[in-house]
């Protein structure tokens, strides 16, 4: 599976973003998709993920601001992200797996990464 994230980009604090993941090569539909964001000196860390049945579940930190969300018939996985903060800088990574969870070693795929930058 290849994944290729696009969509980051500067926002001052409040603004919004969205970011799209394309997947190709494999059968997206059963696969779980999450997003990950490292911060510069910070381990990479969970944002949410969209279970192939489904479920969706979201990093304390982002519940009510960001929205995950997926449309198989494009292969593509998307995070819309609301009411941005400058602790939300980093560069955001997605990620499929087909027992894909909360934790990055759950993933055997990833995208390239895709910065958000978001000022105050």
């Known amino acids: 599976v290849q994944l290729q994230a696009s969509g980051g980009g500067s926002v001052q604090a409040g603004g919004s973003l969205r970011l799209s993941c394309a997947a190709s090569g494999g059968t997206f539909s059963r696969y779980n998709m999450g997003w990950f964001r490292q911060a510069p000196g910070k381990e990479r860390a969970f944002v949410a993920l969209n279970q192939w049945t489904g479920g969706r579940t979201y990093a304390d930190s982002v519940k009510g601001r960001f929205t995950i969300s997926r449309d198989n018939a494009k292969n593509t996985v998307y995070l819309q992200m609301n009411s941005l903060k400058p602790e939300d800088t980093a560069v955001y990574y997605c990620?499929?797996?087909?027992?894909?969870?909360?934790?990055?070693?759950?993933?055997?795929?990833w995208g390239q990464g895709t910065l958000v930058t978001v000022s105050s």
């Open positions: 990620a499929a797996g087909r027992m894909g969870g909360l934790s990055v070693t759950t993933y055997g795929y």
